[in-house]
C-alpha cells in the first residue's frame, strides 16, 4: 500500500501484480465460422473474434497490470488486462480468501474464444463465457466524498460493439463489495444479453452451497431438467442420487455438497422470494454471501467439474496446485443459461450486486446487505437456540429479538458485531418451543439489519427429510421443464410462429433458425405486421436492405390500414434505418419523425434524426438530442452529440457542463473523453467505434482524427483482439470521400495493399458499407472483396460470400491473403454448394500457398475423411509433413486413430505418450478414445500372441491413463471393453477368480456416455453382452442383448436431429455434417453389432445389407471432433 494513503478509509492504487502465466499461443490465422457451435446452450459462433486453440506449455512470470483496493476488513485485487476481474478478495480478519485464489494464471480451452481462467470473480456479458474475458478493459479509478472507492473497468463487446462497464466498490469500514454495473446498447438496433457474475470458491469434502430457505426444485441448462433441492429424487446428468445414499454416505444425493456430485454438473434456482445465496465451508468456518435484488436478480447458479477423476483432470488444466473450485454465478436479468433479456437502441440499464465474508456462523437462512442470519434450534432436549449473526459494518449495540407467533418476546439479548467479529448465541427458550414458533430479528440504530421466520427454516429442513408430504422428491409443485417447439408446420397459429422465432433469436440458438417459422406466418398471413419486422430486421442484419426494406413498407401497409397514428413505432423506425442505409436520407427523416410519436421509438428515432441532420442545422439537431436526454439521460451517443452541436452553436460553456456531468455519469465514455482531450483508449476496435460515431453525425475531421489515433495504437493490441487495420483505412477512404477529397481517398484505398491483413475481420454494418464503397471505386480490390466474403458468409449469406471470394483472388492478393480466400471457398464448396471434390481442389490450393500451414493439413485431413479417402491415405499424408503434425493436438489425435487403424497400434501408443494434450470443454475424450482403442489394440496383439502379462499391461494401461492426456475417463462412460479385455489377460493368466470379477464389471457397464449425453447403449456396449456370455450367463446375456436390438430399432426410427437442448457441443465446427446420414451410419453399424452377437449366441442374425462395411474391423475414422477452427 503506497505510504499516503495508509490512513484513507479506502487505500486504491495502481501497480502490476507479477503473476506465473501460462500465455495463450497465438490465435488462429483463418475466419473461425462456427455457425453451428454448441456453446453453454447458445451459439457458439466467435466471429469476429480470432481463435485460439493452443496455450504455452510453460509459465513464466507476467506482469499484469492491476489496481489494488484495501479498506480495514478487505483487501481486493482487479485485473483489468483480464476482462476487469475480480482475481483476490481477501477476508483480512480471518485470514481467508472468501473467493477462490488462483496463484498462477493458467487458461485452459474453455472461452468461447479459446482461453479461459479459473479463480475469483469473471463478470460474464453479453453472453456465457464473456466473449472478450482475456481482452483488456479501460480502467479508472473514481474516489467519492465519502471515502468510498469504485474501480471501474469497460469494454465494447466484440459482436455488437455495446459497452459493458462494472465498478469494483469498496466503502471505508465496511465488508460489502460492490459490483455496480452500467450496460449501454449503443447501436441503433435492439439487442439481447446476459449478466452473470460468475464466482469461483474453493472447495473440498466440508464445502456447502447454500440458497434461500424456499427452494424446492433447481434446473439444467435451458430448463431442459428440474430436479429437486437440496435431496435430488431421481437422476440428474445421468447420476443415479439415490442409489448413492448409503450408511457412509447419508446424504449422498444431495446437491448442496461438492462432494456429492461425481460428473460435471450446472444447477440454477427456479424459484425464491428471496435475494441471497452463497458458499460455507464448515471446516475452515467462512464463507460469502451475494446479495441482489431479486426483483431483476433471479440468477443463482451452481457449476462443478465433479468431483471425480474427470473434473480433478480439469482442476489440473486451470491451476498449478490450488485445488478443486465451484462456481457460484449470480445472475442479472436472468435466470437460467441461456436467458436473454432486451436492451433496445440507446437503452442503459444499472444495477448492483453485493458480496460480505461470513465466519462461523454456518450457512445462513436469511441475509441482507447489512447481515447474514442463521438459526438452529435442536428437535429433542432442551429448547436452546443457536443464532449467529455476521454483519457488513461494525454494530456496538445489536438487539437479538426472539418473539413467538403472537409477537410476545420470548428472547431479547444486545450484542457488540463487526465484520471480523460475528456473534453466534445460544439462548435458552421456554419448554416445548420449536422453530416453527420464533420469530428472531437482529436489530440496530433503530431498524431490522435482518430477519428470520423459523418457520421457513423448518419448512426446508422438512423437505430435506422428507416430511414435506412428497416423500422427499418435492415433486408436488415442480416447474414443467422445457421441450423443444415443434416444426413450424405443426405449430398451430401464427402468433405462436411470431413468438418461437423471437425466442430462437433472443436465445442465440445455435442449431435452430426463427427464420423458418417467420417464412411460414408470412406464409399463413403475408401481411402480419410483427412478422414482418421480425424477418426485415434479420435481413437488415445480414445488410440485405433492400429486402428488409419491402418487408417493412408492408408490415407498415397493414399497420395504417384503419389508423394513421399506430400504438407502435417500432415499423417506422426500423423503416428510416432501412432507408437511412440506402442513402434515401430525406425519407428516412420521415419515417423516424413519425415512430418518434410513440414514446418507446422517440429517443432512438430522435437521435437519428439529429445524426441524418450532420451539422447541417444545429439549432433543429439541439432539440433533438434534448428530446432524447429529456427520455433517458443516460444516453451517452446523445449526450456526446449534444456537445458538438452545442459548440456549433457557440455555446461552450454549455456544452463544457454537460460534457463534466457526462464523464461524472461515465468517466471511461472514450467519445467523452476525446470531446475533453484526455487521454483514450488504447483499443483500437473501441476507438474505430467513436471515429464513427463523429462520421454518422457528419463530423468528418473530428473522426479522421481519432482513425489517426487508432491506427497509432496497433502495435499494442491485445493478442487475441481483431486486426482492425484495414478497416481503418477503408474508413479513411469513406470519409475522404464523403468530404470531397476524392483523389487521397483512392490514394488511401490504395495504400492498402501494404497493410497487415492478418486476423482483419469485418463486424459492424458500417464496415460493410465502406467495403462496397470500396469495390465499387477499386473493383480489383481483392482484400475488400475477401473482407465482404467473410461477413457474408458469417451473416448466413453462404453464396454471396463464395462470388466475394471468387472476385477476390481475381483481385491483387499475396500469398497469405490468397490462401485464406482458398480455404474459405472450400469451406464454402462443402457447406453451401455440398461438393467435396471442389472443396478439396480449395484445399490444395491453400497449401499449396502455404505448404507449411499446420491448420490447413488439419483441415484438409477432415475433408479428405468425409470425402472417404482410405485410412492409409490419410496417414501418408500426415507422415510426410510430420513437424506439422507435432504443432498440433487435433493432428497428433488423428495421427494416433490413424496408426492403430493400419495396425500400428504401438507407434500410436508412442506418439500419445510423447505429448501433454490440452482439451477443449465439452470435446473431452477424443485423446483419451484413442489411447484406449490402441491399449487395447496392443492387448489384443500380446493376447494372441499368448502374452498375457503383456496384454494385461496394456489394459491397466487403458483403466489408468497417463496425466498428459490432459482428461480423464467421464464417470458415466464404459469400461465394458476395457474390462472384457482385462478378463481375457487375467483368464489366459490363469487368475481365473479375477477374470470373473472383471468380466462381471464389464457385464454391468451397460450404459455409456457419448456425444455429451449418457446413451443406454453405444457399440461399446457390445462387450457387455459378450462378458455375460464369458460368465456363462447366457440367458442374461440374451436378456440385454434383446434391449440392445430394441433400442437400435428405435434408434433406426427417429429422425435425426441436433439435440435441442445440447449444452455444448463443440464438435460441431468447420465442415457441416448430414444428421440423418450420421445416424443411418450409426444404425448400421449397430446392426452390425447386434447381429454378430446373435450369431455368437447361436441364433440368426436380422439380415444386415452385405455391402456395408464391417463394423468389427479397425475403426477407420480419426474422431473429427478433435479439433478446433
Request: glycine content about 8%; proline content about 6%; aromatic content about 8%.
Amino acid at each position: 500500500m503506497p505510504a499516503d494513503q495508509a490512513s484513507a478509509g479506502v487505500a486504491a492504487w495502481s501497480e502490476p501484480l507479477v503473476v506465473d502465466t501460462y500465455l495463450p499461443g497465438e490465435p488462429d490465422r483463418y475466419p473461425a465460422f462456427l455457425d453451428s457451435r454448441v456453446y453453454q446452450g447458445s451459439s457458439g459462433r466467435v466471429f469476429p473474434l480470432p481463435f485460439h486453440e493452443r496455450i504455452e506449455a510453460e509459465k513464466r512470470p507476467h506482469a499484469w497490470d492491476a489496481v489494488h483496493l484495501e479498506n480495514e476488513w478487505l483487501r481486493l485485487v482487479v485485473l483489468p488486462q483480464l476482462g476487469g476481474r475480480i482475481h483476490v478478495a481477501y477476508d483480512k480478519s480471518a485470514d481467508y480468501d472468501i473467493f477462490y485464489r488462483n496463484n498462477v494464471v493458467k487458461p485452459a480451452l474453455v472461452g468461447l474464444a479459446g482461453p479461459w481462467i479459473s479463480g475469483g470473480v469473471e463478470f460474464n456479458w453479453p453472453q456465457h463465457h464473456r466473449p472478450a474475458t482475456f481482452l483488456p478493459t479501460d480502467v479508472s479509478i473514481e474516489r467519492e466524498a465519502d471515502g468510498a472507492v469504485t474501480v471501474w473497468c469497460s469494454d465494447h463487446d466484440p459482436f455488437a460493439r455495446m459497452k459493458g462497464m462494472h465498478g469494483i466498490r469498496l466503502r471505508p469500514g465496511s465488508s460489502l463489495i460492490e459490483a455496480r454495473v452500467r450496460l449501454f446498447n449503443r447501436s441503433d438496433e435492439t439487442q439481447t444479453f446476459l449478466w452473470w457474475a460468475n464466482v469461483a470458491a474453493a472447495v473440498n469434502d466440508d464445502y456447502q452451497s447454500f440458497f434461500p430457505t424456499d427452494v424446492r426444485h433447481v434446473a439444467d441448462h435451458a430448463k431442459r431438467a428440474v430436479v429437486d433441492f437440496p435431496r435430488v429424487a431421481g437422476e440428474y446428468y445421468g447420476v443415479d442420487y439415490p442409489a448413492r445414499v448409503d450408511a457412509d454416505h447419508p446424504d449422498g444425493d444431495r446437491l448442496d455438497w461438492y462432494r456429492n456430485i461425481p460428473v460435471p454438473t450446472s444447477y440454477m434456482v427456479t424459484h425464491t422470494d428471496d435475494d441471497f445465496f452463497g458458499g460455507y465451508d464448515h471446516g475452515r468456518r467462512a464463507g460469502f454471501v451475494h446479495w441482489a435484488d431479486r426483483a431483476i436478480s433471479p440468477g443463482k447458479k451452481q457449476w462443478t467439474w465433479g468431483d471425480a477423476p474427470f473434473g480433478w483432470a480439469w482442476d489440473d488444466n486451470l491451476t498449478d496446485g490450488d485445488g478443486p473450485y465451484v462456481e457460484l454465478m449470480a445472475g442479472v436479468y436472468t435466470d437460467n443459461q441461456p436467458d436473454f433479456s432486451f436492451l433496445t437502441p440507446g437503452e442503459t440499464k444499472t444495477f448492483s450486486q453485493f458480496w460480505y465474508p461470513i465466519t462461523e456462523i454456518g450457512p445462513a437462512h436469511q441475509a441482507t446487505r447489512d447481515a447474514a442470519l442463521r438459526v438452529d434450534l435442536p428437535e429433542e432436549g432442551p429448547a436452546v437456540l443457536r443464532v449467529g449473526l455476521a454483519v457488513t459494518h461494525a454494530h456496538p449495540a445489536v438487539d437479538v429479538v426472539v418473539r413467538g407467533r403472537d409477537g410476545r418476546v420470548l428472547d431479547q439479548h444486545r450484542v457488540a458485531v463487526a465484520p471480523g467479529s460475528p456473534a453466534v448465541l445460544d439462548r435458552p427458550l421456554p419448554e416445548g418451543t420449536v422453530l416453527d414458533d420464533v420469530l428472531v430479528e437482529a436489530r440496530a440504530e433503530g431498524r431490522v439489519l435482518v430477519a428470520v421466520d423459523g418457520r421457513s427454516v423448518a419448512a426446508q429442513l422438512d423437505a430435506e427429510a422428507g416430511a414435506d408430504g412428497t416423500d422427499g422428491t418435492g415433486t408436488v409443485d415442480a416447474p414443467a421443464a422445457a421441450v423443444a417447439p415443434p416444426a413450424p408446420a405443426d405449430v398451430a397459429t401464427v402468433d405462436e410462429l411470431f413468438l418461437v422465432g423471437q425466442y430462437l433469436q433472443q436465445y442465440r440458438h445455435a442449431t435452430r433458425s426463427p427464420e423458418p417459422y417467420w417464412r411460414e406466418a408470412l406464409r399463413r398471413d403475408p401481411g402480419d405486421v410483427r412478422v414482418n419486422v421480425a424477418l426485415a430486421t434479420l435481413l437488415h442484419d445480414s445488410a440485405r436492405w433492400g429486402e428488409a426494406l419491402d418487408l417493412l413498407r408492408t408490415a407498415v401497409t397493414r399497420q395504417l390500414a384503419w389508423a394513421p397514428n399506430p400504438a407502435d413505432g417500432e415499423p417506422l423506425y426500423r423503416l428510416g434505418l432501412a432507408l437511412t442505409r440506402l442513402g434515401r436520407g430525406a425519407e428516412a427523416q420521415e419515417a423516424l419523425a413519425k415512430s418518434a410519436w410513440n414514446a418507446a421509438w422517440a429517443g432512438p428515432a430522435s437521435l437519428a434524426r439529429a445524426r441524418l441532420l450532420g451539422r447541417s442545422d444545429p439549432a433543429a439537431a439541439e432539440q433533438l438530442l434534448r428530446a432524447v436526454l429529456r427520455r433517458d439521460a443516460d444516453n451517452l451517443q446523445a449526450r456526446d452529440l449534444l456537445v458538438l452541436t452545442l459548440r456549433d452553436l457557440d455555446r461552450r460553456e454549455e456544452a463544457d457542463d454537460l460534457l463534466h456531468e457526462t464523464l461524472a455519469l461515465d468517466p471511461l465514455d472514450q467519445w467523452a473523453r476525446h470531446l475533453a482531450g484526455r487521454v483514450l483508449s488504447d483499443d483500437s476496435p473501441t476507438l474505430l467505434d467513436v471515429a464513427l460515431e463523429y462520421g454518422s453525425a457528419g463530423y468528418l475531421d473530428e473522426a479522421l482524427s481519432v482513425l489517426d489515433l487508432a491506427q497509432a495504437q496497433l502495435p499494442r493490441a491485445a493478442q487475441g483482439q481483431v486486426n482492425v487495420g484495414p478497416l481503418l483505412g477503408y474508413h479513411r477512404a469513406s470519409l475522404l470521400a464523403r468530404a470531397g477529397r476524392t483523389a487521397e481517398a483512392r490514394r488511401a484505398l490504395v495504400s492498402l495493399h501494404a497493410v497487415d491483413a492478418t486476423r482483419c475481420l469485418p463486424s459492424r454494418l458500417d464496415d460493410v458499407t465502406v467495403l462496397l464503397e470500396a469495390v465499387r471505386v477499386v473493383p480489383a480490390d481483392g482484400l475488400a472483396w475477401s473482407l465482404l466474403g467473410s461477413w457474408y458468409y458469417a451473416h448466413g449469406r453462404g453464396a454471396d460470400a463464395a462470388d466475394a471470394w471468387r472476385r477476390a483472388l481475381q483481385g491483387d492478393l499475396d500469398d497469405a491473403q490468397a490462401a485464406v480466400v482458398e480455404r474459405n471457398l472450400g469451406v464454402a464448396a462443402y457447406n453451401v454448394a455440398h461438393d467435396p471434390e471442389a472443396a478439396a481442389e480449395h484445399y490444395a490450393a491453400a497449401r499449396q500457398l502455404r505448404p507449411d500451414d499446420s491448420r490447413l493439413l488439419f483441415e484438409s485431413d477432415q475433408l479428405a475423411e468425409r470425402r472417404g479417402v482410405p485410412a492409409a491415405e490419410r496417414l501418408d499424408a500426415l507422415e510426410r509433413q510430420s513437424a506439422l503434425v507435432l504443432e498440433r493436438d487435433d493432428l497428433s489425435v488423428v495421427r494416433a486413430r490413424l496408426l492403430t487403424a493400419v495396425g500400428r497400434h504401438d507407434d500410436a501408443l508412442a506418439a500419445v505418450r510423447a505429448r501433454r494434450f490440452q482439451p477443449w470443454e465439452g470435446g473431452e475424450g477424443q485423446v483419451l478414445g484413442a489411447w484406449e482403442a490402441a491399449s487395447l489394440a496392443a492387448a489384443r496383439e500380446a493376447l494372441a500372441a499368448g502374452d498375457a502379462d503383456t496384454a494385461h499391461d496394456h489394459v491397466v494401461a487403458a483403466l489408468e491413463p497417463p496425466t498428459t492426456l490432459g482428461e480423464a475417463r467421464h464417470p458415466l462412460q464404459t469400461t465394458a471393453e476395457l474390462h472384457l479385455a482385462l478378463g481375457d489377460a487375467l483368464a489366459a493368466r490363469g487368475d481365473d477368480d479375477a477374470a470373473r470379477w472383471a468380466w462381471r464389471q464389464a457385464a454391468d457397464a451397460t450404459g455409456d456416455f457419448a456425444g455429451m449425453a449418457a446413451q443406454a447403449f453405444t457399440e461399446r456396449s457390445a462387450a457387455s453382452v459378450t462378458a455375460l456370455t464369458r460368465l456363462g450367463a447366457d440367458d442374461e446375456a440374451r436378456a440385454l442383448l434383446r434391449r440392445f436390438d430394441a433400442f437400435v430399432d428405435e434408434l433406426a426410427a427417429t429422425p435425426a436431429e441436433v439435440d435441442y437442448f445440447a449444452t455444448s457441443l463443440p464438435t460441431m465446427l468447420l465442415f457441416q455434417d448430414d444428421p440423418q446420414q450420421g445416424r443411418d451410419a450409426e444404425v448400421t453399424r449397430l446392426r452390425h453389432v447386434v447381429a454378430e452377437l446373435w450369431t455368437g449366441l447361436g441364433h440368426e442374425p436380422s439380415p444386415v445389407d452385405p455391402t456395408t462395411p464391417d463394423p468389427t474391423a479397425p475403426a477407420v475414422t480419426s474422431g473429427d471432433d478433435a479439433g478446433r477452427p
